[in-house]
């Protein structure tokens, strides 16, 4: 290893020492399942902001975005629009759930309902799904990163790196519980801000903070007249094929819905809400998560033009196709600039190191909320009826939490070659589909009932898994040069009948349709009574949850 | 959850109905400006590129400019949200709250009063104090 690999992998391992400390402090801290599941519930605003900005930008909005925005210019902009608009929407719900809500989406959802274990059952199903799905698409990024970082090659070298990333989140997750998964995500989102607010001044500096001169630059080096233009990357235009053309269009705008509407349902978010005292401090942390989120997609923009500027659109396509080192290449050269190659390797190692806890925390965020889900949820309410003893349930979060973290090991080793990047979108679109519906119509529909709820939840989280099933995603795309497969499934099978490859357009509308058509149809009457209880209480905060002295 | 109390008595409450209406009216309106500003901008993204592509001031064109005041509008509603929301929501809700917590709290203490009363009563069983008061009547 080089000297500059050699302090890369100190910084990890200097980060993973800080953070097993802290869980070890969490673990010795946590006594009963309000720790265990909420953190005591005795975060502040400002904190808990921190933690949400920390679980939602993930490896994926840190080098994916600029790297889309190196490589296609102004359209990597567009996905961060969406990224950040959607947190008006969880703003506007943040309070009520924290209202009505103890632990997780399913307090919520089953709080007015008259069969409590169906709808329990299927908000667990939906939030294990959608963090399974969206586990696997960050593990597999982070083998393929971490072993670029340390100049490993190869596919054992990315299995290794899944296991020992997936050992660690389980062990942060199954000792350190909401305590330790909160101070991981605060830790991170710090490094991460840190790391952006440096290359962004340092960028801005090599241009004498002059923007227009930074996009000029980049224009210039990519060579292309259309790199500030919408249409570089996406809904890509296809002369003589109207058709094609329509469905690309209409495949971003699926897209873009998908981002705006799947943040207030994300599973890992939504658990978030009840680390608070209260529904104010709720409501300050989703401002604070909103300022965060707001700043740092505006710094993606200097870290995507200025990658392109300084390091160029060819070495950052040689590097990685999809442009992900682009972040990682412009901070050696930043810091080269700065102190030659050695000011390179430092940079180069701390942004990676930032890069790596960035995907420590957003993978046991994941784990956290689907371990909840099973014990809290599945054991504690569906197979133990709502009286299983605290202790036996928070043993059984635990255990949950090694079995989700095995599964997505294992998932992510056998999909490690795949470009499982579509799965971030996809997790967006089931957490629009599904659990969207089933939370606004239980908060603000009367006649909402059991059915409707398990009739949205399976009928938008099936649409969408169908629809991606059939979708080019998974079988018969190719590229129109070279006849290479691009789809999942190799170039020989061919069963795509959905043409769009983000489902959100049709199965977003298709989970409220199930909603409202599942409570119309059963004979079901909805309870008047619980409906007000739940009213009063998400919007007064009367018999919330408070944090237990 | 049999046993959690239920505070349904309190949403006939005139100020809880203010409430309801005054949240709904305000979350109304900022899904609705949000999403439409939103949508306008990816369907002009999508559909209208000769417009977008106009460049404004040396490089910064017209989807630069209005991706960046996409940001500003979302910082923008957030702080009008929390502005509107301390001023008239906060009060109203605290004073509802206060209340049904009072209200509780005083049912809680009369179910009290009331299962010790029970308890006292299953101590001394009616059929048996009358017989001991007939057989020392039968003393008497």
Redesign the interface.
Known sequence: MSEGRLLTFGLFVAFILITLAITFWARATTRNAEDFYAGGRAFSGPQNGLALAGDYMSAASFLGIAGLIALSG?DG??YS??F??A???T??LV?LMRNAGRFTMADVLSHRVRR?PRVRTAAVISTVTVSVFYLVAQMVGAGALVSLLLGLSGGTAKAVTIVVVGAIMIFYVAFGGMKGTTWVQIIKAILLMTGTVVLTALVLARFGFN??DI??AA?RASGRT?Y????GGF?KEVAGDPVRTLIN?LD??SL?LAL?LGTAGLPHIVSRFFTVPDA?AA?TS??WA??LV?VF??MTLALGFGATALVGQARIAAADPSGNTAALQLAYVLGEGLGGPVGGDLLLAFVGAVAFATILAVVSGLVMASSTSLAHDYFGHVLMF?RPRESQEVAVARLSALVIGLLAVVLAVVARHQNVAFLVALAFAMAASANLPAIVLTL?WKRFNSAGVVAGVYGGLGACLLLVALSPVVSGKTDPVTGAGLSLLPPGIDFHVFPMENPGLVSIPFGFLCAWLGTLLSREKADR??Y??L???S?????SHAQRQ | ?GS?????G???DRR?RL??TR??RL?LG??VS??SW??L???L???A?DL??RPL?????V??LL??L??VS??A??WR??RY?RRML?PL?RQ??EE??RQ?AETERIEQIMAQRRRIEAWTPAPRRARHRRTSGGVR
Do not use: C
């Open positions: 102004y902009f567009l629009i969406g950040l608009v947190w008006l929407l703003l506007l309070e409590q923007v227009s996009l000029a224009a259309d500030l233009h919408p249409g809904a269009k971003f705008i873009a705006v104010r409501r989703v401002n909103i300022g707001g997609y505006l709502g603000f009574e619980r007000d209880d009213a009063v209480r919007l007064t905060g009367s018999g | 959850m959690t109390p239920s505070y349904a309190l949403a006939q809880f409430l309801k949240f709904r979350a900022i899904v949000f999403l939103y949508f901008y990816i369907l993204s999508v559909f590129r977008m592509s001031a040396g490089t910064v064109n989807a630069l991706g960046v996409q940001f979302t910082f509603l957030a949200y929390t929301a906060d809700s509802l709250r049904a917590e509780q």
